[in-house]
């Protein structure tokens, strides 16, 4: 199975704030890497697939990036809806699977 | 719009079954692979089981393979979970989720998700 490692688990922030969050899969994935956000009580919201592409609504601030094993989340400018814990996960190959999450919260 | 409703969740004993289902609505429901995705109170995301758009290939995480199986009918707008042989361990909120088209494009839309407790 491909393991999911996500850094950090959670970091403070403060509005304004440019985020980032990484993700190393244990293999390549081909760039099959997807990103959501979940808050508290709520279903999970995609927010990225292949690796850099936004899924449809979702607003520019957020940016992913990254290649073969390493990935990145970027948030520009953090704002209070953006509170909330992230997810990478790779549909590479079956099992998918998740990373740990990371949450972010208000500093 | 694109919707998806989950059901069936509850309260069962461990070794008991239950049958979750997910009711899909503002889309071609045949033409889309669905999977199930679960998570413990509190702590991450797993994914379970996926079907593709045509009911021809399924995929299970190993830690239910053999004790769940997922089906659809798509006469019904419907996929299901048919979960045998509960753990207390198999205790979560259970999510669908549809596959995009093209499936490079990922997990897209995910319904709010049904609580499943195994405890005696």
């Known amino acids: 199975d491909i393991q999911m490692t996500q850094s950090p688990s959670s970091l403070s922030a403060s509005v304004g704030d440019r985020v980032t969050i990484t993700c190393r899969a244990s293999?390549?994935?081909?760039?099959?890497l997807a990103w959501f956000q979940q808050k508290p009580g709520k279903a999970p919201k995609s927010l990225i697939y292949a690796a850099s592409s936004l899924q449809s609504g979702v607003p520019s601030k957020f940016s992913g990036s990254g290649s073969g094993t390493d990935f990145t989340l970027t948030i520009s400018s953090l704002q209070p809806e953006d509170f909330a814990t992230y997810y990478c996960q790779q549909y590479n190959s079956y099992p998918l699977t998740f990373g740990g999450g990371t949450k972010v919260e208000i500093k | 719009q694109v919707q998806l409703v989950e059901s069936g969740g509850g309260a069962v004993q461990p070794g008991r079954s239950l049958r979750l289902s997910c009711a899909a609505s503002g889309f071609t429901f045949r033409s889309y692979g669905i999977h199930w995705v679960r998570q413990v109170p509190g702590k991450g995301l797993e994914w379970v089981a996926y079907i593709w758009y045509d009911g021809s290939k399924k995929y299970y995480a190993d830690s239910v393979k053999g004790r769940f199986t997922i089906s659809r009918d798509d006469s019904k707008n419907s996929l299901y979970l048919q979960m045998n042989s509960l753990r207390v361990e198999d205790t979560a909120v259970y999510f669908c989720?549809?596959?995009?088209?093209?499936?490079?494009?990922?997990?897209?839309?995910w319904g709010q998700g049904t609580l499943v407790t195994v405890s005696s």
């Open positions: 989720a549809r596959e995009g088209v093209p499936a490079a494009k990922g997990f897209d839309y």
């Open positions: 293999q390549g994935i081909n760039n099959y």
